[in-house]
T-cell receptor
Framework: AQKVTQAQTEISVVEKEDVTLDCVYETRDTTYYLFWYKQPPSGELVFLIRRNSFDEQNEISGRYSWNFQKSTSSFNFTITASQVVDSAVYFCALSEASTGNQFYFGTGTSLTVIP | GAVVSQHPSRVICKSGTSVKIECRSLDFQATTMFWYRQFPKQSLMLMATSNEGSKATYEQGVEKDKFLINHASLTLSTLTVTSAHPEDSSFYIC????????????????FGDGTRLSIL
């Protein structure tokens, strides 16, 4: 079974629009970590955020914000006032205490910001 | 910050060639490194977990004899794609855990920049 689901395969928005990338996860662990990574066309993975299962406080970093809802097992990522440089594939990932040696990546959401 | 260097960044070679990819943790020690493969427009799939001084643990469906992993030191793991064929063409990414930061799933993973392998 897929542990991390990113239902949105591709999203296109016009520059300056807000966009939310969805992430739903599945785990039986009480201790786990959630991540978001950005992968630009060059291929490297850029770390954006890590959140542990005991901290549901939403986080804002500049134009980026994250909404962690344990009740719905979701960890959504919002970009406000999108820019062309935000165009990339975004991956949500899960790391569990019980299987602490690996990441489970979602299938990614390809975001295109149109100027 | 923790840096993982992956080399080479791009390889183009003929079918039947063996290709070695290096993953180095530059400013930290990594008892565990991970190798991922990513096909175009797909997610990263874990291939194997590389443990310093011991045999790698391969995920189901990954051929051990095809993808040789060596983790001889706390800062270097290598992945060798033996007798590569066009279907092995992919983007390979390594990551490393800092042994002195956090425990288990709390340990940050630091990713290399990836190696794009093209087999003609």
């Amino acid at each position: 079974a897929q542990k991390v689901t990113q239902a949105q395969t591709e999203i296109s928005v016009v520059e300056k629009e807000d966009v939310t990338l969805d992430c739903v996860y599945e785990t039986r662990d009480t201790t786990y970590y959630l991540f978001w990574y950005k992968q630009p066309p060059s291929g490297e993975l850029v770390f954006l955020i890590r959140r542990n299962s005991f901290d549901e406080q939403n986080e804002i970093s500049g134009r980026y914000s994250w909404n962690f809802q344990k009740s719905t097992s979701s960890f959504n990522f919002t970009i406000t006032a999108s820019q062309v440089v935000d165009s990339a594939v975004y991956f949500c990932a899960l790391s569990e205490a019980s299987t602490g040696n690996q990441f489970y990546f979602g299938t990614g959401t390809s975001l295109t910001v149109i100027p | 910050g923790a840096v993982v260097s992956q080399h080479p960044s791009r390889v183009i070679c003929k079918s039947g060639t063996s290709v070695k990819i290096e993953c180095r943790s530059l400013d930290f020690q990594a008892t565990t490194m991970f190798w991922y493969r990513q096909f175009p427009k797909q997610s990263l799939m874990l291939m194997a977990t590389s443990n310093e001084g011991s045999k790698a643990t391969y995920e189901q469906g990954v051929e051990k004899d095809k993808f040789l992993i060596n983790h001889a030191s706390l800062t270097l793991s290598t992945l060798t794609v033996t007798s590569a064929h066009p279907e092995d063409s992919s983007f390979y990414i390594c990551s490393a855990r800092d042994r002195f930061t956090g425990t288990g799933s709390n340990q940050p993973q630091h990713f290399g920049d990836g190696t794009r392998l093209s087999i003609l």
